[in-house]
């Protein structure tokens, strides 16, 4: 039988509420009492007086961590290629955006980095800079203990230039200290009506067409799985029946469970953001995951 | 902490001497869902009551320091937090009347992982907010 998963919970889930309805640790406590074992953050988010936190935060962040019994997964990061208006990141200068947050995310416990790169295209293909800046953290990384996993978000599916370079990259350095990270919004296969605090119009719909679903079928999951290191359980709608609106989990679990996937699954809210939503959203797909987790293992789907 | 919504209620507000209004300030939270450095931030269109203020003139205030956009746009050292407001400085002799207002901010925040020609992303919000002191 293939290994069980990890749960967890990224804050972005809880964006909006957060700093206005919700403090750190009334996250920690929403994250915990759904039975995850992992927190994930928004580096520059969470982390107060982001590049440079006082002692005084990290006595807190590891109290925290401590009394909810919660692990640190994955920390987003950005490089800001786009710098200003007038010009990019230089390689140097996006080697060190990098480097100071590996070592950020290192020292608050993180196991996985997930950074952000510039893209130059409506199918998110990155700048090329990235292989540049990021082969020259790969040792650092590796010392850090940290895995740099860039993500494979929609409008990009699995099977795109994007993930192939991604690919060729890890075979051609042999590094252990990157892989992918998938964010579960690729395999949405019905329409949203929310994205963020709007409820989407035509208009918005016409210019962001993977509002729609980009379809992944989830079967491609088992093609990269060997490099998939993170998963973002990306999702916007479960009703009280819990059944998810958009996210066709029953197949999707069925294929990450038979990769032999054993690691996070890490809640990724992204719906309506009316004040408090998102606490029991994300509580209703932790149900819903291990009520599919639960059956697969007893035979009940394949 | 911060109120839900993007424009807040407190700090709409008359700047400059009494008697002498220089212009109004609204307070906002980052319209973002992380931190970032200033010059990710391309300014903010005002309109309240139906009068437009351009982007290109409106100051940003934050902690102790006032940016003009030029200034803003080159800002890569200071951050605005998740956790901290801002406020828009909008120049307009006299200030606003006390009383309640129709406010609208479209906030243009850069993000340089959406695609170059859509990397500047408009983020509109409204309300009505209240100035209490002429």
Known sequence: MPGSFKYGVSTYSYVDDYGSVMTL??????IADTGATGIEILGEGQIEGFPNPSSQFLDRWFGLLDKYKLEPTNM???????????????????????????????????????????????????EPQWEAYTERNLELAHELGVVICPEIHAPTPIKHEVVDGYINFIERTGTKNFGLMIDTGIFQDRPLTHWGSHQINEEARKHMEFLNGIKVPPEHFLDVAQYVVF?????????????????????????????????????EYEGWRAPW????????Q??????????????KFA | MLEHQLIQST??????????????????????????R????????????????????????????????????????????????????????????????????????????????????PMHAERYGTICIA
């Open chain 1, 25 to 30: 640790e009334d996250a920690f406590d929403h």
């Open chain 1, 76 to 126: 987003c990061s950005w490089v800001d290629m786009r710098i200003t208006l007038q010009r990019n990141l230089t390689i140097e200068e996006g080697a060190a955006e990098l480097e100071r947050d590996l070592r950020l995310a290192h020292q608050l416990g993180f196991k996985f980095l997930r950074p952000k790169f510039g893209v130059l295209s409506h199918d998110l293909m990155p």
């Open chain 1, 231 to 267: 998963i973002q359980a990306k999702f916007h709608d479960i009703d009280e029946n819990l059944e998810d609106q958009n996210i066709p989990w029953k197949p999707v679990i069925s294929a990450i469970k038979r990769s032999g996937y054993s690691g996070y699954l890490s809640s």
């Open chain 1, 277 to 284: 939503r998102s606490i029991d959203q994300v509580r209703r």
């Open chain 1, 286 to 299: 932790h149900a819903l995951l291990r009520k599919l987790e639960r059956e697969f293992d007893e035979g």
């Open chain 2, 11 to 36: 700090g709409f507000r008359n700047f400059g001497p009494v008697g002498a209004r220089e212009g109004f300030a609204i307070r906002i939270r980052i319209p973002n869902y992380h931190g970032t």
């Open chain 2, 38 to 121: 200033l010059s990710q931030l391309d300014g903010f269109d005002v309109t309240v009551d139906g009068v437009y203020y351009d982007h290109e003139i409106n100051r940003f205030g934050i902690r102790d320091e006032v940016y003009t956009m030029a200034e803003m746009r080159e800002e890569t050292t200071a951050r605005w937090g998740l956790a901290e407001w801002g406020e828009i400085l909008v120049d307009k002799p006299g200030g606003l009347e006390p009383g309640v207002h129709k406010i609208e901010v479209l906030a243009r925040i850069r993000y340089s992982y959406f695609p170059p020609d859509v990397h500047i992303f």
